[in-house]
């Protein structure tokens, strides 16, 4: 910010704008380097360098703008460079690869075409960032600005139409009317209960008592999601505008951010927001003349997967243990401190400006008829593209999976989804038609001459991931491919959340461990029929008594998963099989007659139970085996099976007598 | 939910089970249910703090008449109007037991689970059972928090690690040793601890709750309790104030002070009465570290009906014991500690005899070394003990020490000593043992003592003035003795000495005035130079300094004329009435000649 002057008016906001518009060159050839945790992760820091130096050393810094702008949500390609104003999409760069681009793209003017992304569907090289499929069906407009601006430079904000919203709020909307307004938008809460907000900010308005507190909830736990943390590296000021505007309608002066330690870049952007903020007088007192005062401070919390909650959220903010209490009195009327509360999520802060700003029609414009707007989901799992994609609302899920996602790598079959994080759902996504028909008549969705219609066809919204037996959650959404295993998938989310309650209350604290030790009990191959039936009852009782919706929410890993693979469950007990191979104590590994004697699984056995000369057949001891799968990860020959525990010496005396017979030799040959 | 805003007096009804009550807008339904009576278990609710709802066993059915329902908790959710509250519906006692079986799964054996078990008809938990005795309801956490205000306690941990501790799980300076956490404990997960081998001594000993609040004595005027304000919390922290909140007359105030009052009198009758002989130095006989020892005083509290055990004769797991030693001479006539007798623990331990054969119908021992029956009366009665088939045993008990198991012992107990009738060593099971303790003189008699003038002798006893000729009198006009801080005696003896200081005293008081002997001490005015030598030597404190005329004056009436003074004053300004000078060594004179 080349500007020390406090920004008194809506005017000289304007007159701010207008000057750094007018110094804008928008044909000034800019390279942004996308510097998103994913993309840093892959090394986007040496490759950013790289750049400076050239730029540096070519004299050329009043030519070529150099830029590290937020997360770009393509995490799967980072580091990710595009150049502006062509749009020119690099994917995977190095820093060997920048003096290539330098020279055939900023100076020659050609595309580097091993450096640009090939849609491995249909081999084509796509150039441009805006025609790959990966962001063609999505319609970003929370994180628009994110590829363009720098998160620490306010200017890059303001040029961008920043903190228009706050004007328009201020200076022409009375506090009713903004509400009036969220409120027709349809806005929900993103961060898991899908309230609605205008609803919210009205209650809180009326509850008497003051000061009135605005909280942004930026505690994201949910295993695989990270969009709030993207969105506030890589736009932070987005936040900070709605936080304004709600204050302002709901007549709140103080505002906390509560964000998580872990996020180190967040918390860095989001000072350096701040603090710009306070400076020109975008926060403080008497904003833009208005006469109305607004202060937010950061709190940083612990990592607590607990915190989330809102009113643990709030005793963590307090300085007290996080542990949640009863909601029978709302924190809208006794939150923080006993007093009025209103707290959202961030990408719910990050809509509001949008809603000011286009107005509640075009918002509520997008998406189905009650869920408006748009939703960022974090894609990771076995999946293509991994990465943030923001999609509006009643999307497919096949529209994300497969055109957004590009599918499951390595020619495995689909076989599920999780959403919500560990408190959502797993959703069937490829099975036969029958099993889906069968659960949701069961489950009383649709009658039995009805026909269903496979999930991947549900639109993405709050009430139909509900109906689903999942929920909309933050929008992680974790892809499973045939080697999932639906009790392990259970067993994974039901730990995560037994080691994450605080342990207040009684049905979550014994309750999940309870059901743990039952899922435990199954994937050991000791379970019985009445296990899966104690399962579900067990989640009855604790969804209905539990304290808070941690507790609430926690059986649906096991119950969607038992709704839709309910087939998988009874593997587990009838048959003793674990029919995805991985739960240890049902599976043996065995080598079949496909083995080439290549000696690659000998050396990771940690047991040395893997016997074999080079060029013979290999076998494995049963009895040493451990079933660790060092092994079936590194055979490239897929001649590893896990079989039924016990059936593994059957397998591996099947292959013996075809090596002998000379049938099994021509494997090595052939390859 | 419906929304409870506005003015918190506000009167609304609900209807639990189909009564109707009326109650304050907001206030909590649990409440309003044991007001009607209706019983909802719970486990973490304490109606002093603020409510917690961690246990869910007290759960209940909320309905608004309209078709919606939900399971809520009825320790925190308020009251509106038009409520309906279902507390037994299939529902509700689902979830009680779904959650009490839960929590057996970490701590089945608990007394307080086992019972509420029972009532809501489980018979063995379904998912297994565990062995923590702490149920984590946080009451004591809550309680040291919001009632003590010492925030010495607290959670550690998530989820199944979750663990109440103190800070760092070290020993907390923030703990004012109170112990309400230990009382407010439902399943004696915390107990205070033992320190130096000593048991935590409560007020009862040992029988019963300890209090800050408490009567001095049942026959105390005015009969009503008084706060120790050195063990009130209230005083300690500015917090609880329980007290205050549960008196209906609003009689309890945090201001009163304790005050000194001052009287003139003409007498003082002395009767400040003994101290009990602490039995714990005395290892040999286990008091405080082994259970069922215990002193005669402690007995003799157990035996009331107004004791905590309502004059049952009980062992601490609550049984009748079988077999009752009592030992003799616990610190008197023992070189170590009192070289005197007694005097009343023979006839005592005797009637303790009586009583128990009488109570309980067990088998006494009595370990004496003599037995001193000495008053009317009182060798009938060692007779008609023995009569009674009480078993005497001539010689001082050696050590009692805990049976062991190999031998199969009847008693819990060993009693070992020498019986010096027959000559032979005896170890005598039991299952009680009682400590017949040495009556010694008060800590603060020497103090007293010192107050008055008067003196103490090497047992600690005040000294009366002649053994024989004044037994009550003391070297002190005016000063008198009564009772036990004189010298150890019983009861008898003591109405009587009582009576006499009384009579000594009315003998006083009924003259207006009083004799006293022509000796005492002068000072000549014009010779002394107020020096104030004297002031301080006189052991009487019978000369004051007269500030206004700069010289030292005797009092007359205090004065026992021992001449100290006369012979300390540099400027021979004191003399002794009738022992001047001149005449003592006139008469010295006289004598040498």
């Known amino acids: 910010m080349n500007k020390s002057l406090r920004i008194g008016s809506p005017r000289e906001l304007e007159a701010w704008r207008n000057l750094l518009t007018t110094n804008f060159d928008p044909n000034k050839t800019t390279i942004t380097v996308c510097a998103g945790t994913g993309c840093r992760a892959c090394g986007c820091k040496p490759v950013y360098r790289a750049f400076k130096e050239v730029i540096a050393k070519e004299g050329m810094a009043k030519e070529v703008e150099l830029k590290a702008t937020g997360c770009h949500g393509f995490c799967e390609r980072g580091p990710l460079v595009v150049i502006r104003p062509s749009g020119i999409f690099y994917q995977r760069v190095k820093p060997a690869d920048v003096k290539l681009i330098w020279d055939q793209t900023i100076i020659g003017g050609h595309t580097v075409k091993k450096l640009l992304y090939r849609d491995p569907a249909t081999a084509e090289i796509i150039q441009q960032e805006v025609e790959i499929p990966f962001y063609k069906k999505q319609k970003r407009l929370i994180f628009e600005k994110n590829g363009y601006m720098d998160p620490f430079s306010i200017d ?135 006469g109305f005062s607004f202060d937010i401070e950061i709190s940083r919390g612990g990592g607590a997967f607990v915190c989330g909650e809102s009113t643990a959220l709030m005793a963590s903010l307090e300085g007290k243990v996080g542990e949640p209490r009863a909601k029978y009195i709302h924190t809208v009327e006794q939150g923080l401190w006993d007093k009025p509360s209103n707290l959202n999520n961030v990408e719910t802060w990050a809509n509001v400006p949008l809603i000011i700003e286009h107005g509640a029609d075009w918002f509520a414009s997008i998406g189905t008829e009650h869920s408006k707007g748009t939703k960022v989901f974090a894609l990771t799992g076995k999946i293509n593209n991994t990465g943030l994609v923001e999609v509006p609302m009643g999307i497919t899920l096949r529209e994300i999976l497969y055109d957004i996602g590009g599918g499951v790598p390595g020619n495995k079959r689909f076989k599920a989804v999780q959403t919500g994080g560990p408190s959502g759902g797993t959703l069937i996504v490829e099975t036969s038609q029958r099993d889906i028909h069968d659960s949701l008549v069961a489950h009383g969705d649709i009658r039995e001459e009805e026909e269903a219609r496979s999930l991947l066809d549900l639109p993405v919204d709050f009430d139909e991931l509900t109906r689903a037996g999942s929920m909309m959650g933050s929008g992680g959404m974790i892809v499973m491919d045939e080697d999932s295993c639906m009790v392990d998938v259970a067993r994974y989310f039901l730990s995560f959340l037994q080691e994450e309650s605080c342990g207040k209350c009684i049905p979550c604290r014994e309750g999940i461990a309870v059901m743990l030790e039952i899922l435990n009990k199954i994937s050991a191959g000791h379970g019985t029929l009445a296990d899966i039936e104690q399962l579900e009852l067990l989640s009855q009782g604790i969804i209905d008594t539990s304290l808070c919706q941690l507790g609430g929410s926690a059986p649906n890993p096991v119950l969607s998963t038992i709704r839709y693979f309910r087939q998988e469950y009874i593997a587990h007990v009838v048959d003793k099989t674990c029919p995805a191979g991985v739960c240890k104590e049902l599976v043996s590994h065995a080598i079949d007659e496909s083995c080439t004697g290549c000696h690659a699984c000998v050396k990771p056995c940690p047991t040395n139970a893997i016997i074999g000369e080079p060029k013979q057949l290999h076998y494995i001891k049963q009895d040493d085996c451990i079933q660790c799968g060092a092994c079936f990860q590194i055979c490239r020959f897929d001649s590893i099976k896990r079989v039924k525990r016990g059936s593994g010496d059957a397998l591996q005396e099947k292959a013996r007598k075809l090596w002998q017979s000379g049938a099994g030799k021509k494997t090595p040959a052939a390859v | 939910m419906k929304s409870q805003n506005g003015d918190k ?585």
Request: net charge negative.
């Open chain 2, 9 to 593: 007096q506000a009167l609304v009804t609900i209807e639990i089970d189909g009564q109707k009550i009326e109650v304050e807008d907001g206030s909590y339904v649990l409440q309003a249910a044991q007001a009607l009576g209706i019983e909802i278990p719970t486990l973490c609710y304490f109606p002093f703090t603020t409510p917690y709802a961690a246990c869910r066993v007290c759960v209940v059915e909320a309905r608004d008449g309209k078709g919606w329902s939900k399971v809520v908790t009825s320790c925190n959710y308020p009251a509106w109007d038009g409520l309906q509250i279902l507390t037994d519906t299939p529902r509700v006692l689902n979830a009680r037991r779904t959650n009490l079986e839960l929590l057996m799964s970490r701590c089945a054996e608990l007394p307080v689970l086992r019972n509420l078990a029972g009532k809501l008809g489980i018979e063995e938990p379904r998912w297994g059972t565990g062995e923590d005795s702490c149920i984590l309801c946080g009451l004591c956490v809550r309680v040291c928090e919001e009632i003590v205000g010492a925030s010495a306690l607290t959670f550690a941990s998530r989820g199944g690690a979750r663990n109440v501790t103190t800070p760092f799980h070290e020993v907390s300076d923030d703990c004012i040793l109170c112990g309400s956490c230990a009382s407010v404990c439902p399943t004696g997960h915390i107990r205070l601890e033992d320190q130096d081998g000593k048991k935590v001594n409560l007020r009862e000993l040992q029988l019963g709750p300890n209090s800050a609040i408490t009567m001095p004595f049942r026959q105390a005027v005015p009969n009503v309790p008084y706060i120790n304000t050195e063990h009130c919390i209230h005083f300690q922290t500015d917090n609880c104030g329980i007290c205050a909140e549960v008196c209906p007359k609003e009689c309890i105030d945090y201001e009163q002070k304790d005050s000194t009052e001052e009287f003139e009198v003409g007498a003082i009758v002395m009767a400040t009465g003994f101290a009990d002989f602490d039995p714990t130095p005395l290892k040999q006989y286990g008091y405080g570290a082994l259970p069922n020892v215990i002193s005669s005083i402690e007995f003799e509290r157990m035996n009331n009906a107004a004791g905590s055990t309502g004059g049952k004769i009980l062992m601490e797991n609550g049984e009748t014991p079988g077999r009752i030693g009592i030992l003799h001479c616990v610190g008197s006539r023992d070189d170590d500690h009192h070289k005197y007798c007694s005097r009343v623990c023979c006839m005592y331990a005797l009637k303790f005899a009586h009583l128990i054969k009488e109570k309980t119908g067990a088998d006494v021992y009595q370990f004496y070394i003599d037995m001193r029956s000495f008053g009317k009366g009182y060798e009938e009665f060692y007779q008609r003990i023995l009569d009674e088939g009480g078993n005497v045993i001539r010689g001082k008990g050696a050590e009692v020490v805990p049976a062991s198991n190999k031998k199969k012992h009847e008693g819990h107990l060993i009693i070992k000593c020498e019986d010096t009738l027959i000559g032979r060593y005896r170890e005598v099971p039991v299952d009680m043992v009682v400590l017949c303790t040495a009556l010694e003189a008060r800590a603060d008699a020497k103090e007293m003592a010192r107050k008055l003038n008067i003196s103490t002798g090497a047992d600690g006893w005040f000294i009366e003035q002649h053994p024989k000729l004044g037994p009550v009198q003391t070297a002190t006009e005016g000063v008198f003795l009564a009772g036990t801080c004189q010298g150890a005696k019983d009861i008898p003896d003591t109405v009587a000495q009582g009576g006499a200081a009384a009579a000594q005293a009315m003998k006083l008081l009924c003259k207006g005035e009083i004799m006293m002997d022509a000796t005492y001490a002068e000072i000549q005015e014009e010779y002394c130079s107020g020096c104030r030598i004297c002031n301080d030597l006189c052991p009487y404190h019978a000369i004051e300094f007269n500030d206004e005329k700069c010289i030292s004056v005797v009092n007359s009436a205090l004065c026992k004329a021992c001449g100290t003074c006369v012979a300390a004053c540099p400027a021979g300004a004191i003399t002794g009435r009738h022992f001047t000078d001149e005449q003592i060594y006139t008469q010295i004179e006289g004598m040498l000649a």
């Open chain 1, 156 to 290: 890059d904000y303001i040029r961008l139409g920043g903190y228009e919203s706050v004007v328009k709020a201020l200076t022409t909307m009375q506090p009713e009317q903004i509400i009036e307004e969220v409120k027709r938008s349809g806005l929900r809460g993103r961060g898991g209960g899908g309230f609605l907000t205008g609803r919210k900010w009205a209650s809180c308005r009326k509850a008497p008592g003051t000061p009135k507190y605005i909280i942004c909830n930026a505690d994201e736990g949910d295993p695989g999601a990270f969009m709030d943390r993207s969105l506030l590296e890589g736009n932070p000021h987005a936040v900070i505008e709605g936080m304004i505007i709600g204050a302002y309608a709901i007549g709140g002066s103080e505002g906390f951010v509560y964000v998580r330690n872990e996020y180190p870049l967040a918390v860095k952007t989001l000072n350096k927001a701040l603090a710009d903020c306070y400076e020109c007088g975008l926060l403080g007192d008497n904003i833009l003349g208005s």
